[in-house]
């Protein structure tokens, strides 16, 4: 099983086009290290990152991240 912040990064771009990770980074107040992890789906992360997001952004998990299967 492996985890991803596609739904999130999805989301992002598509409800602020203009906005750049860095406007992310400033919004989250995620270290550049956190942040990274977020964009370039690099786990573990802890979960609290993910309530983060939730928060700053209005979302619920599922559209935060997701399971992908392995196949």
């Known amino acids: 099983m492996a985890l991803t912040f596609e739904p999130f990064r999805?989301?992002?771009?598509k409800h602020h086009p203009t906005r750049r990770k860095m406007d992310f980074q400033k919004e989250t107040q995620f270290s550049p290290q956190?942040?990274?992890k977020v964009w370039e789906d690099r786990f573990p992360v802890r979960s609290d990152v993910i309530d983060r997001l939730c928060?700053?952004?209005?979302?619920e998990v599922h559209e935060v991240i997701k399971r992908i299967p392995n196949t």
């Not at 999805?10 to 771009?13: A, E, H, I, P, Q």
């Not at 928060?55 to 979302?59: A, F, G, N, S």
Request: aromatic residues 24%; charged residues 15%; without cysteine.
């Open 10 to 13: 999805v989301w992002f771009v």
């Open 34 to 36: 956190t942040a990274a």
């Open 55 to 59: 928060e700053t952004y209005d979302l």
